[in-house]
C-alpha cells in the first residue's frame, strides 16, 4: 500500500509563495507519473501540474503555467510543488496522486490516478 503525505500549506499574501511536497512512503515505489491537483470549496477538484517519475516532463493547467513548478527527488521519493505570484484565486485544498500505470501527462484526470494523499490547505490573501 503507498501513503502520500502532503505538507507546506498555509497562509499567505497575495504575490507570495510556498513550496509543498508529498512524500511516498509503503511499498517500493514507482509511480509512471505524480500530478498535484486542487478543491477550492464549491468546486470540483482539478489538475494543476503533473511530472514523469523519470523526470523526462512536466505539465501544467494553463491557470498556473509560469507561477508554478512541479519536480520530483526519486530518492527521497518526494514531489514538489512550488507556488510563486500566487493570487487569491489559487486558494485551497492541494491534493498530491500518484498513478502507477502509463499516461500522458497532458492525459491525466482525477478519476485515473491510483493514490492519493490527504491535502493540505493553501489560503491566499488578498
Known amino acids: 500500500q503507498v501513503r502520500l503525505v502532503e505538507s507546506g500549506g498555509g497562509l499567505v499574501q497575495a504575490g507570495g509563495s510556498l513550496r509543498l511536497s508529498c512524500a511516498a512512503s509503503g511499498r517500493p515505489f514507482s509511480p509512471y507519473a505524480m500530478g498535484w491537483f486542487r478543491q477550492a470549496p464549491g468546486k470540483e477538484r482539478e489538475f494543476v501540474a503533473a511530472v514523469y517519475w523519470s523526470g523526462s516532463s512536466t505539465y501544467y493547467a494553463d491557470s498556473v503555467r509560469g507561477r508554478f513548478t512541479i519536480s520530483r527527488d526519486s530518492v527521497r521519493n518526494t514531489v514538489y510543488l512550488q507556488m510563486n505570484n500566487l493570487k487569491p484565486e489559487d486558494t485551497a485544498a492541494y491534493y498530491c496522486?500518484?498513478?502507477?500505470?502509463?499516461?500522458?501527462?497532458?492525459?491525466?484526470?482525477?478519476?485515473?490516478?491510483?493514490?492519493w494523499g490527504k491535502g493540505t490547505l493553501v489560503t491566499v490573501s488578498s
Open positions: 496522486a500518484a498513478k502507477m500505470g502509463v499516461t500522458v501527462l497532458a492525459a491525466m484526470r482525477v478519476d485515473g490516478m491510483d493514490y
